[in-house]
Structures are given as C-alpha cells and as structure tokens.
C-alpha cells in the first residue's frame, strides 16, 4: 500500500482527492457524504460576502458526444446563496469532526482591502486548514468586478493575495483563470502577493451550444443565455498544459499545485501529479456520478504505484516535467511508421480513408477473392498516428521505429532552418 | 385409436395478442443514438455490398445520430422503397449485419435493420414523401403481380416519368408481404400502409383480382402497353410426392399463412394439438412458430439435411426454437397414416450424406402421431399461368431473363421470386423491380 498523503502549500490531506469549490461542496450535507465516500479533503464553495447572491433557474449546458453524457459542462452558477454565518458554522463543525480531512475555503469578495480583511478573520475562526481565492469564475460575478475580473490582471491578484497573507497565516491558495494569455504571469503575480500554492485552471469562458428554435445560447433562461464556465473532460488538455506551464517555468517551478480540470479517474490524477500537481481537485465527474467515484481513484492510484513501485505521490510527483521541451529540440531523426496487425484488422477502411482523404496517402487498399485488406506504403508514412487513433480495435494499428536510434538532430541545427546554429 | 384434436380457442384473447404482438418492438429514440453511434462509418463499408438494394448505411445512420431523420429515410428509400418493410423481414443476420465489421470484431453487429425501421417508420408516419415525377413520357407500361417486386417496378416507372398499371390477382396489394410475412414481423397493417406510401407518388393505376391467364391476357397486355413486368411470384406450392397427400389435416404452409395473415379474429382459427412441418426454410419457420403462437402444443419442424444446410439462417433457426418449436433433422417424410381420412401420423426415414455428399436414407424408420402437417418444401410458378398465349421461356423452373431483366418474350421483363436473381427475399424482388424499372424506361427512351 502506497503512502496517498499529501500537502499542498502547507494544507494536509489523507489523499490528494479533493472536491472543487462547487455545488458538490456548498453544504454540510454534502461535505459529510463527500467525506464518508473517501474524500482527501474539499473546497467548500465560494463564500462572499452577504446579502448572498441569487441564482438563475436553469444553470447548466452541457456537451454530450458520440452518447457519452456530459464530455463537457457548463455552468451560470454564482457563488455561495446561502448567508454567511450559516456557512461558517457548517464549516466548523465539518472541521471538528473530520481533523484528518482537508476543509480549504474558498472566496471571492469585492476587490478592497477593507472587505478582504473584513472575511478572512471570520475564515480563521472556524478551524480551517487554508483559503483558496476564486480568481476565476468568468460568470457573471466577473461582471460585478469579482472572480476572472481579478484573475486576468496579474496586478490585482498579487495585490490580493499580499491583503490575504497580512491578514492571517492560513495557507493561502490562489485559483487561477485560463481564460488568460499567458498563466505563467499570473502565477508570477501570486507568488509575488506571498501566496503558497496555485489551484489551476478554473473554468473556460464557454457557449456551450444554440437552441436552434429559441436562437439563444444554452442554458438559455426565459429566452436569453449568458457565456458560462465550461468543465469536464473536454477540457483536461488545457488544464494540463497550463498546470506543466507552472511546473516548467523557472520562477515558480517549486510552487504548490493543486491541478484542476475534467479529472475524471486515478489515470487522470496521475497525469497531473506527473506534471507537478500535488493534489487534483474533481467537480464534475463527481456531479455526474456523484462521490462513489473516489473509491477507484484511491484504489486505482494505489494500485499502479504499488505496481510501479512508488511509495508515495512525491516520488513521481514533477516525474514528466522534464521531458516536456520545446519543439525545436525534438528529435527529427525519430522515424516511426505505422504497422497493422492484420489478425485484429476487422477491415473497416477507416485507416485507409483518414490517410487517403487526410494525411499522407499512405494506406493502400487490397481487394482480393471479396475481401480486402490495407498495406502501409513505408515511403509515404510520415508517423503521424492518425490511422491508429482512427482504428476502432485496440492495438490493431501500432507505430513502430524504424530508425537506428542512435542518430539526433534538432530543428536548431536544421539546414533548412535559416536560424540554424552551426552544428559542429 | 387416437383422437384428432384440431381445434380453435386453446389459447385466450389476451394470450393471443401478446403472442402476436411486435416481436422485434421499435427502437427508443436514446437506443437508437446509442446503436447509431455504435456505427464506424466504415469507408466503402462491407455493409452496403451485402445490401442487394446497396443501401449506404453508414450515411443513413450517421444521419440518426446527427437527428436528420428525413435525410436518413431518403438514403433508404431513394434505394428501397420498401425499405421500411425490409427492415422489419430482412434475414439482416446474412445480409448487412452478417457483413459488419463489429460482427468480424465481437459478434456485436450495429442493429442495421432495427435502425432502418427507426428511420423509415418515422418518414413515413410524416405522411411526407420526397420523390417528385419527371415529366410525362407517355408511356404506358404494365405490372403483372403488384407485390414487392411489382410495386418497386411500377414506384420507379412512376418516378421515371411513365405510367403503370398493376395487375394484382388477389384483392390487396402487396404480395408476400401481405399474404406471407408473419403477423408478428408486421404488426399494425404496415404493409398496406407502405402501399399507400408508394402509390402516393401518382401514375400508378392499380387493377386487383386480375389474374394472369385468367382475367387478363399476356398477348393482349404486350399489343396495349408500351412494356410488360412479370412479377407473378411463385404461385404454386411443391407436393411431398407421397400417395395420400390429399387428405385432411396436411396443408399447404403458405396457404394457411395467408388465412392467418387475412384473419379478423385469430381465436377463430384451428389448431392442431400436434403439429408437424416438413421443410426448412423461411415459410417453415413461420408456420410452426405461427402454429405454437396459436397454442399448439408440440410443434415439430422436419427437415431432411443438417441445421447448415436449412434455408433459414442460424437467427430463424434459433427464433423457432425460443418459441418452443421442436427442431428435427435428418429425417425424409415416407408415409402419411390416416384415420377416418384425416391425418393421424407420419413416418419418416433417417438419412445422412453417403460417401459421394448426396442424400441417401439409412433405412431406420421414425413415426410421429399428428393432428395436422404443414408442407413447406418451396413454390414453383403457377402452372395455370399457361395460357393459350406466349410464354416467356423458363430456367430451373422460373422464367429465364437476360442482366437487364429482359425475358424471352420482346418487349417483356420479369423479376422477383418468378426468376433466379439471388435469394427469394422481398428485398432482392424490390431490387428487380427498381433494375427492371431502369432497364424498360432505358429502352423505351431509345425509341
């Protein structure tokens, strides 16, 4: 059994599976199951200050592919609709009686010192192990000067983050926006403000789809929709990218990771971890399943580090952040060519016809006694892996190397580079 | 000395409805996106070279999974018109899905025909229709047989421009699918329903109870149309050649198939308590199953070669089985024993291949009591089409055409069972008739 313990910028946790700040961690209620199905720990959902905020009927849209349900959501929900003090207590009490657990708060306040140091206080007082500031919904709050209106200026997070770190020493995570150029500036920005750890991304600015009858956005309430968060599956690749920006980038590649985006199983978290995370926050995996799901995700990361001989997250936490390099440093002496096993070939065409009508012409079609089966032209091959992703059969379509492995040459030394450097 | 139980009435109203209820019911609109989406779109998909009316399925079922469920039925209809009816009877396990690359994969084949009823059923209830007549050719063509076959001839000739008339010998349209498809296949009248689908798109005149050789006449026919389409079918049932075989209580299958089909009130209709059918083929399966869904009590089905060699494909085979039909093999009819001049028993030879693959009788002997015998041992063409008039010239029993449906007779085509095309299957007759209707407009357009 390997050690799952983790500790992001100071917050510990028994596990490094954590629930977003979301609907699934807006109660007592919740958090409690939540716990009970295994959870490492939550961020409960955004507090502000009161009057509480009001909600739109009809909240999420959703992108459903293939038959898969919910490859990506949406989501118009604001922040916490619930006062204040009834938050608090909740939160207290879920604190006393799980200690172990991680209890992180997040919030998301108007953007002056007065009203920061008004709520932080009040967070301290109910035992918390941290805060999260939301610099990150691109909904409706960011119209009100709140959530990405902060995130997107790297000015105003570190002048948050520094109102934050004064007012109190609860580790202090700051969760970022992609809905940005550049994350590694903003990442700067907390760093600089003191903060102790980046949560990454929050949601992506998104129309989801049209109502094609209405002509109106969807969710689309009374008529009218609004661009919302988009989450999910879909949308793991950019949060990856931008969590291994952090991990990669000199000045804040020993900043805490809590990685955030379409984390759905162990498989995904590992990748994470990997890349520099050093605990993975779920939303809406957990909002189609409900928490059950952290059953495998303990079991199955267990179970491959057990396999791979890792005794706890940090002996392969950052393990893949040095082989992400530039371009022009590929190898382009690496050649693979695609190879089909024609035992598993069910003869669908559809390596054929990607490579035919896409790529490079390299598959060609043999019709014989009714049948037919499909040949690589190694000449034409360029390896680029399309056939073997458009392949239904597992394993039928495989790339293999065919060149020595032992020659290297880069873009930077190219000849057809004109910025070449001499190669000597 | 036993006692004959034929009978009506064994089985309850309510029994009974559910016995011939939908046997393969619709799919739900959520079970048809996820079987659509089971489709790899397979490039020059195996599927479409099974399908003897080359349907693109992959296109027809993409076009499910996107809801564009008109352009789905057009992708079938514009190459089926029965496509509808097809999809319900197909023996698909040896067709299209036999030819799927999920079946090569894990025997999985996508559900093309439940997909294709999907489709089509919806289009059609829309009372919509996208065909449109080219302008009028002035040509006059007739249809003789207004089944499958006939009405997919004359739905063509109509779309091409001409005029058809159909001459039909029973009183609906239709053909098998009226008088031969198991209720339960298709249920709700579908096929006088699809009927009217094609006739809706105008310039076909339809004659019924116009037999051939009988109420009308193929000379006159050739002298006052511009083309005649044979598409009489098989009219004639094959005899077990045993002495007695006239007695009561042994049948002829399809002809008890139609009464069944034409029945108002199937608790009317008699039973027999124990049920032999002879052959091994589609109408076998049929009227055994028919027979058990009745309430039968044991239906037997006698076939004289292996399970390989039946007609029916694996899927039928195992259809009458579930229903509770016992299967037996290897067994020649020999004798038919009567009581009182009904039938009271059947012997049977066992036999196996000899030495040389033919079917020899090993010389044991098997007897069954029995109520009632159902002959299902294939049709050939109706003897009493023979008229006074010329004929076209037969082959193998059927009559003889050229690759354009073109028979002996200058001026006549025919397709459908009435020639060899391919399997006796209601989707190669609509494939004849569509090829035919090609074939006659191309002719007629040169002169």
């Known amino acids: 059994m390997a050690d799952l313990s983790c500790n992001v910028g100071g917050i510990k946790a028994p596990n490094p599976f954590w629930l977003a700040s979301a609907p699934p961690t ?20 955004t507090l502000g200050l009161d009057p509480p905020i009001v909600n739109v009927s009809s909240r999420y849209g959703a992108v459903h592919y293939n038959g898969q349900r919910m490859m990506g959501l949406n989501n118009l929900e604001l922040i ?123 949601t992506v600015t998104s129309i989801v789809s049209v109502d094609l009858d209405q002509m109106a956005p969807e969710p689309t309430i009374d008529g009218k929709g609004s661009h919302g968060g988009y989450c999910g599956p879909a949308v793991k690749p950019i949060a990856l990218h931008m969590v291994t920006e952090i991990s990669k980038d000199p000045e804040t590649q020993h900043m805490p990771i809590s990685g955030i985006g379409g984390i759905s199983n162990w498989r995904d978290a590992a990748e994470f971890i990997a890349m520099g995370a050093s605990s993975v926050q779920v939303c809406t995996a957990a909002m189609h399943y409900g928490f059950k799901i952290v059953d495998d995700m303990i079991d199955g990361l267990n179970n491959w580090m057990d396999e791979k001989g890792y005794a706890n997250l940090e002996d392969f936490r950052r393990m893949a952040v040095p082989n992400v390099t530039e371009w022009q440093f590929l190898n382009l002496k690496y050649d693979v060519k695609a190879r089909i096993d024609e035992s598993t070939c069910i003869h669908c065409g559809l390596c054929h016809i990607s490579c035919e009508d896409a790529s490079h012409q390299a598959i060609r079609e043999i019709k014989d006694n009714g049948g037919r089966s499909f040949e690589v032209i190694d000449e034409e091959c360029v390896g680029c892996n399309l056939c073997m992703f458009a392949c239904p059969v597992p394993d039928c379509i495989s790339m293999e190397r065919v060149d020595s492995g032992t020659e290297y040459q880069n873009w930077t030394t190219h000849p057809n580079n004109p910025m070449r450097v001499e190669d000597n | 000395m036993t006692t004959i139980d034929v009978r009506n009435g064994r089985l309850s109203q309510e029994r009974l409805d559910l016995n011939f209820s939908d046997s393969h019911p619709p799919l739900e609109p959520g079970n048809a996106l996820v079987e659509a989406n089971r489709c790899y779109f397979c490039y020059d998909a195996p599927c479409i070279e099974a399908c003897p009316t080359s349907i693109d399925i992959p296109s027809f079922i993409r076009k499910i999974s996107t809801g564009n469920l008109k352009g789905s039925a057009k992708d079938i209809l514009s190459q089926n018109i029965m496509g509808g009816m097809c999809a319900r009877v197909c023996p698909t396990e040896t067709l299209c899905e036999g030819a799927c690359v999920r079946e090569t994969q894990d025997h999985q084949p996508v559900r093309i025909g439940e997909l294709q009823r999907y489709a089509t059923d919806s289009f059609i209830e829309s009372g919509e229709t996208f065909f449109e007549r080219a302008e009028s050719s002035g040509k006059k063509i007739a249809v003789v047989g207004g089944g499958p076959a006939g009405l997919s001839c004359a739905h063509r000739l109509a779309v091409l421009g001409h005029q058809a008339v159909v001459f039909e010998a029973r009183e609906k349209l239709s053909g098998l699918n009226e008088y031969g498809i198991a209720p339960y296949k298709t249920v709700n009248d579908f096929a006088q329903l699809e009927v009217d689908y094609i006739l809706k798109i105008g310039g076909i005149e339809v004659r019924t109870n116009q037999k051939l050789g009988h109420d009308v006449k193929l000379d006159n026919l050739r002298k006052q149309f511009d083309a005649v389409f044979l598409s009489v079918g098989l009219g004639d049932a094959n005899s077990l050649g045993l002495e007695n075989e006239e007695i009561a209580g042994v049948y002829d299958a399809i002809e008890t198939i139609a009464e069944l089909r034409q029945s108002e009130n199937l608790a009317e209709l008699s039973v027999g308590r124990r049920v032999v059918v002879i052959g091994g083929g589609s109408t076998a399966i049929d009227i055994a199953v028919e027979s058990k869904k009745l309430g039968a009590e044991d239906v037997t089905m006698v076939y004289r070669r292996g399970p390989e060699q039946m007609n029916a494909t694996w899927k039928e085979q195992e259809f009458a089985q579930t229903n509770g039909v016992q299967v037996k093999h290897w067994l020649s009819p020999k004798k038919l024993k009567s009581e009182n001049g009904h039938v009271s028993g059947i012997e049977f030879e066992c036999t196996e291949l000899n030495h040389e693959g033919k079917l020899s009788v090993t010389g044991e002997v098997r007897s069954m009591e029995v109520d009632v015998v159902f002959k299902a041992i294939g049709q050939t063409l109706d003897n009493s089409l023979d008229s006074d008039d010329e004929m076209p010239k037969t082959r193998a029993g059927k009559f003889a055409v050229n690759a354009k449906y073109e028979t002996t007779l200058p001026g006549v085509w025919a397709g459908g069972d009435c020639i060899n095309s391919g399997e006796d299957l209601t989707v190669q007759a609509v494939e004849d008739g569509k090829q035919a209707a090609i074939s006659i407009h191309r002719k007629l357009s040169q002169t």
């Open chain 1, 80 to 202: 916490t609709d619930r006062p204040l003090e009834v938050n608090l207590k909740e939160i207290k009490q879920v604190k006393k009686d799980w200690p172990d657990r991680a209890v992180v708060v997040s919030l998301m306040v108007p953007c002056n010192e007065k009203d920061w140091k008004y709520i932080i206080p009040k967070i301290e007082d109910t035992g918390c192990d941290g805060v999260e500031l939301n610099f990150g919904c691109p909904h409706g709050m960011s119209e009100r000067g709140m959530g990405a209106a902060v995130g997107q200026v790297p000015e105003y997070v570190e002048m948050v983050t520094r109102w934050v770190k004064e007012s109190s020493d609860l580790p202090c995570l700051v969760k970022l926006t992609p809905n940005v150029t550049d994350i590694r500036k903003v990442a700067h920005a907390a760093k600089a403000g003191g903060g102790d750890g980046v949560a990454l991304i929050n």
């Open chain 1, 26 to 45: 807006d109660k007592l209620y919740n958090v409690e199951r939540a716990f009970r199905a295994g959870w490492g720990g939550v961020v409960w959902k």
